[in-house]
């Protein structure tokens, strides 16, 4: 009886010190400048249908590579013979990757794959030299190969990346001029319905070098578009886009169509609730949990937590959280509460400047100083290049209040400043914005908010609201600033609060708590509170809202305290 001979699975080890024996042999493979490297026929066969058609039915001794490298092959070929992949760098991958779809080792194209997507994992938010690769790579695939699933990996890990989509598009396409139209099919389907402002802002800066002539990549761009998700922040760049394009001379017949149906598409959801009557927009960096922290009892685990986090997209949020951490770890009434290690700084201000982060203001540190919290606020004011003193604007609300008054009761917060494009506004009242409160119920519960009016119809007379306030609330930090009602140290300037949840009332409901700030005496407030420390600030103590804004936005701002 016949005896089956199992059927030899790859990939396997069949020994690399055999690739290129004499005796063993059988099998040339030719490169680039006539060089040849030697192979076994049989073990390549094992790897690949297609050589193992050509040598088995076509009678091929010689394989034609001649468009890879010696050391690509030699890649390749010590791969099929020890069943790994050892020596695929960033500079042969796309060659290896082509070798294994071509030759069809499907082990080798997964392996690539693999390796693709660890590349991927590792990339920053900011590091465009690399989504430079990554993305050239997976259009090559796309193009070249055919395949799609490389383009689907870079859209999905861009995407959810702080910033990086509109970082990398707006850079990628700086001269929309010499993308084709499938990279910029690609990128269309990366921007999304979602962020289609990107895409707006590209073609606003390609319209205004051209002078308002439409050539074929602008016409394609313009196709894509829907206006179907405008929303408020964007309303800005939207109207640059329509009165840059209603500047366009003597459109063609096919051009007048795409600007009639733009027209058309802006003007609904100009006048949709889409952008009119929504009349307020969220603050960014509020009412973050902070239950994530309470598990959290290693620097090193905290800092893998911060590097995956979406929340935490600039130093603000970054410091918020490390102080939030500190304080949640201290043990007894022991100062500082927990020694800050040299590594947690160390990857602040890499992160600040890995990440393309505005620097931090020196005002918003003075928090760090507090005796809590040690020598964190000098170690990080060590390295001057993350903080500045100058470029960004700190704007205090008119008002103060009594805790009641600011977490129970329904009110608006009222500030006043001035873009300098407004420096000659004769608008009745005085340039500014108003954030509305909804009051706390004072259960555990989502009912507090704090939100940006953008309806210039609910301004009171003495205050007046400008668009372009939208956009710069988008980048704005939310603080308070407390005075306590106790003598000493009672001044709390820039309290942060991105991490502490909603405020509420405390076990008794006479108390209001915002996270680890209690608004009553120390004597009033022992046992009756759920966490395990605070800072006592007092009933009667007044609270400044503060909004920063980064140096992206602070030019053109002028303070008008």
Known sequence: MAVAIPKVQVPMNFGVQYLGSPLHSNLKFRVKDDKELLANSIIISFNSPVIEDMVTNLFQSVIEVEEYSKDVVQCFLEATYSGEVKNITKANFRDINKMGHVFEVSWIVDWCYDYFKSLLRAVESVDYDNQLFLFEEAMFVLTKLKKKNYVDLVINSFTTLVCCTKDFVTKYLSDLSVCSTIVLDVIIEMVGKEQEDILIGVLVNHLEERKCVIDDKTRHVLRGLSFKLCKPSQEV??????????????????????????????????????????????????????????????????????????IVNNGYTLLDAILSWQFDKRHDKKFPFLEVPDSLVNYFHSSITSR????????????????????????????????????????????????????????????????????????????????????????DDDSFNIQLVINNDLYPKDIHFHREVVSLIDT??????????????????????????????????????????????????????????????????????????????????????
């Open 356 to 443: 393309g982060w505005s620097p931090l203001p020196h005002q918003y540190i003075e928090y760090c100083k507090r005796d809590g919290f040690g020598n964190l606020a000098s170690q990080i004011l060590k390295n001057q290049d993350n903080i500045t003193y100058t470029q960004y604007n700190r704007i205090t609300s008119i008002n103060e209040y009594f805790p009641e008054d600011f977490f129970a009761k329904d009110h608006d917060i009222k500030f006043k400043f001035k873009l300098k494009s407004h420096e000659d506004c004769h608008v009745e009242g005085e340039c500014g914005f108003i954030l509305r409160v909804t009051a706390a119920s004072g259960e």
């Open 237 to 310: 760049v939207y109207r640059k886009l329509i009165g840059l394009l209603e500047r366009v001379d003597s459109p063609t017949k096919d051009d007048y169509k795409i600007l009639a149906g733009l027209l058309k598409q802006y003007n609904q959801a100009l006048f949709s609730e889409k952008i009119v009557a929504v009349p307020q927009v969220p603050l960014p960096n509020l009412f973050h949990s902070f239950n994530p922290f309470s598990d959290i009892n290693d620097p090193d685990c905290l800092i893998d937590f911060l590097q995956h986090s979406k």
């Open 476 to 561: 704005s930090h939310f603080a308070l600033e407390v005075m306590a009602e106790f003598s000493g140290d009672n001044h709390l300037k820039d309290v942060p609060v991105t991490w502490y949840g909603k405020p509420c009332r405390d076990r008794t409901k006479k108390f209001w708590t915002w996270g680890a700030y209690l608004f009553c005496k120390k004597n009033q407030g022992a046992g009756v509170f759920s966490h395990k420390w605070f800072w006592f600030c007092g009933s009667e103590a007044k609270i400044r809202p503060i909004l920063y804004f980064s140096r992206n936005y602070q030019q053109g701002i002028e303070n008008m305290f």
